[in-house]
C-alpha cells in the first residue's frame, strides 16, 4: 500500500487511527490521534506512547502474526475518564517496508455509561420489589400457620397484604408509565390542549384528598389562552404527580396553590410561554438535593416517601414528559418556607 493512500484514508476518519511499523515504532496518526495523545507520539516506540499493558500485549501479539483482536484503554485527565475498544489489526507494508499493526480506537465512554445505569435500574427495581413481596410471602405463611384460626388477626394481615400488593401494582404502574413516556420521548406531541382544563380537571380529582388532610388545593388563574401542543394525558399526569407531591410533602393543614401564567420565556426557551407553578408550604428542599431530584428512585427521605405510598418515579416521569414537550421543569426551595415547582412549556 502506499504511505500517501493509507495517510489519506486516516485522516478521513473521525477516530484516532494510528500505524505501527514492524519495528515497533509509530509511523502515522490522524488528527484524532494527535488530539488524544498530542504529536509527540508520532515516530515513538509504541510501548512508550501507549503504556497500558493490555493494549501493549495485544499489540506485541498482532505483530508477531498472530490474527486480529479487540481490547479496551482507559484514557484519564482532569475532565474525567475516556473508555475506549481498540481494534488492533495486521496490515501490509506500506511503500516497500515492512508490515505493521493498524489501531482504531472507538469511544464507548456512553455505552459504558447507559450499561451502569441499566445495571443500577434493574438493582432498584429488584430491591423496591423485593420488601413487599417479603412481606406478603410472609404474612401467607402466618396466614397458613399461626394465625390460622384468628379471625381478628387475619383480617389485620390481609389489610396489610393488600396494601404491599396495592404498592407493588403501583411500582409496575409507575415503570409502565415510565418506559412508555422514554419511548415516545421523541415523537412531538401533536395534539391542541387546553392547559386550564386539565389543570382544573386535575385538581377536581385530587380535592378529595386535599380535604381529607385538610389542606386548602386552589387554582389562581391568569388571564391569557392557555393552547398548547401537547399530549393531555401526559400533561394530567406531570400536573397530577406535582400536584400530588405538593400535598403529600406539604404536609396535612397546609395550602397548596397552582398558578397559571402565560408569558415571553428567555434565554433557550425564547418566545411565548406557559408557566405553571404548583407551590406548596411545605418543609422544603435542601439545595443540595434538588440537581437529583428528577432521578429515577432518588429520594430524600425513602422511609418517609413509602410510608406515603411514592415509588420514586414520579419525577422521573415528569422529566421525560416535559422533555417532550420542549418545556423546562425548575425547582425552587427554601428549608422551612416550602417549594415551587415552576413547568414552563412553548405556546
Ligand atoms: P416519590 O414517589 O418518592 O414521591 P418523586 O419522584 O415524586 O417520588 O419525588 C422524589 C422525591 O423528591 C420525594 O421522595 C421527595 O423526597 C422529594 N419531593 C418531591 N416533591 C417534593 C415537595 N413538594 N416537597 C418536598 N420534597 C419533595
Given at each position: 500500500m502506499a504511505r500517501n493512500t493509507l495517510t489519506a484514508a486516516l485522516n478521513a476518519v473521525p477516530d484516532p487511527m494510528l500505524f505501527i511499523g514492524s519495528d515497533g515504532m509509530i509511523e502515522l496518526i490522524n488528527p484524532a490521534t494527535e488530539a488524544l495523545f498530542g504529536g509527540w507520539v508520532r515516530g515513538r516506540s509504541y510501548i512508550t506512547?501507549?503504556?497500558?499493558?493490555?493494549?501493549?500485549?495485544?499489540?506485541?501479539?498482532?505483530?508477531?502474526?498472530?490474527?486480529?483482536?479487540?481490547?479496551?484503554?482507559?484514557?484519564?485527565?482532569?475532565?474525567?475518564?475516556?473508555?475506549?475498544?481498540?481494534?488492533?489489526?495486521?496490515?501490509?507494508?506500506?511503500?516497500?517496508?515492512?508490515?505493521?499493526?493498524?489501531?482504531?480506537?472507538?469511544?464507548?465512554?456512553?455505552?459504558?455509561?447507559?450499561?451502569?445505569?441499566?445495571?443500577?435500574?434493574?438493582?432498584?427495581?429488584?430491591?423496591?420489589?423485593?420488601?413487599?413481596?417479603?412481606?406478603v410471602l410472609g404474612f401467607i405463611e402466618t396466614l397458613r400457620g399461626p394465625a390460622r384460626d384468628d379471625a381478628s388477626a387475619s383480617d389485620r394481615f390481609l389489610e396489610i397484604m393488600e396494601q404491599q400488593a396495592l404498592r407493588m401494582n403501583r411500582l409496575v404502574g409507575d415503570l409502565l408509565?415510565?418506559?412508555?413516556?422514554?419511548?415516545?420521548?421523541?415523537?412531538?406531541p401533536s395534539e391542541d390542549v387546553d392547559l386550564s382544563d386539565v389543570i382544573s380537571g386535575v385538581l377536581t380529582t385530587l380535592r378529595p384528598q386535599a380535604e381529607e388532610q385538610g389542606s386548602a388545593l386552589d387554582l389562581v388563574t391568569e388571564p391569557g389562552t392557555y393552547l398548547i401542543r401537547g399530549d393531555r394525558d401526559q400533561l394530567t399526569q406531570v400536573f397530577t404527580n406535582l400536584t400530588e407531591n405538593a400535598l403529600k410533602y406539604g404536609g396535612r393543614g397546609r395550602p397548596v396553590t397552582v398558578r397559571?401564567?402565560?408569558?415571553?420565556?428567555?434565554?433557550?426557551?425564547?418566545g411565548p410561554v406557559v408557566r405553571v407553578e404548583v407551590i406548596d408550604r411545605g418543609e422544603g428542599i435542601d439545595s443540595m438535593h434538588l440537581p437529583r431530584l428528577t432521578e429515577r428512585f432518588y429520594?430524600?427521605?425513602?422511609?418517609?416517601?413509602?410510608?406515603?405510598?411514592?415509588?420514586?418515579?414520579?419525577?422521573?416521569?415528569?422529566?421525560?414528559?416535559?422533555?417532550?414537550?420542549?418545556?423546562?421543569?425548575r425547582i425552587a426551595s427554601?428549608?422551612?418556607?416550602?417549594?415551587?415547582?415552576?413547568?414552563?412549556?412553548?405556546?
Open positions: 506512547a501507549l503504556r497500558q499493558p493490555a493494549l501493549l500485549g495485544e499489540i506485541d501479539s498482532v505483530l508477531r502474526g498472530n490474527p486480529p483482536s479487540e481490547t479496551r484503554y482507559v484514557k484519564s485527565d482532569q475532565t474525567g475518564e475516556t473508555q475506549f475498544r481498540v481494534k488492533v489489526s495486521p496490515i501490509g507494508a506500506i511503500d516497500a517496508g515492512q508490515p505493521g499493526v493498524l489501531l482504531h480506537f472507538t469511544d464507548i465512554t456512553h455505552l459504558r455509561e447507559a450499561e451502569e445505569m441499566r445495571r443500577d435500574f434493574v438493582a432498584n427495581v429488584s430491591h423496591e420489589l423485593r420488601s413487599p413481596l417479603t412481606a408509565s415510565l418506559s412508555r413516556v422514554e419511548s415516545e420521548e421523541r415523537v412531538r397559571l401564567e402565560t408569558g415571553e420565556g428567555r434565554g433557550s426557551m425564547r429520594r430524600i427521605d425513602s422511609h418517609r416517601s413509602r410510608e406515603m405510598g411514592g415509588t420514586g418515579l414520579g419525577l422521573a416521569i415528569v422529566k421525560h414528559i416535559i422533555n417532550r414537550h420542549r418545556g423546562r421543569l427554601e428549608k422551612g418556607k416550602g417549594s415551587t415547582f415552576t413547568v414552563v412549556l412553548p405556546r
